[in-house]
């Protein structure tokens, strides 16, 4: 994402305009064209905090691992706010959902592309990670960082 936008952490992207997009009908396939703010698609089954400039937080429904719902979350900076951490948390476990985030690695004003993938559930789904053979497979649903 930062790649191809050279976008920085905690900053707006710089085609952003108040009346929107200034390249709109050239904006590049990923992630403009091709991502879903979950937030924005899930018939507002999240709370108002997790809604993205509150928040600080993108989130994405991924999909289902071993029968497990999985939201992804990308901090707007480089790391997801402690408070919205304790509500995703509190998301993850009131709704039996996983959840896959991120902790970016930033040098100066700059994302270098490396970073960290987190894990957090219920105490049946990190059994179920820590178990499976097939944890590779969870990983891999997350974005490459
Ligand atoms: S659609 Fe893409 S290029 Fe346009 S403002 Fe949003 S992130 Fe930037």
Redesign the pocket.
Known sequence: MSAV?AMEPGK?????RAE?????DT??EK??RTFSCAWLLDDHSYPETMRPDRSKVVLSDIGEWEGWRVISATPVGDQIPEKTLAILRDFSLSRQCALLYYSLERSGEQFTGRGQQHAYGPPEFTKALAASSNEASFWQMGHAL
């Open positions: 936008l707006p992207c710089r085609h952003k929107g997009c200034a390249i709109y904006r590049p992630p403009c």
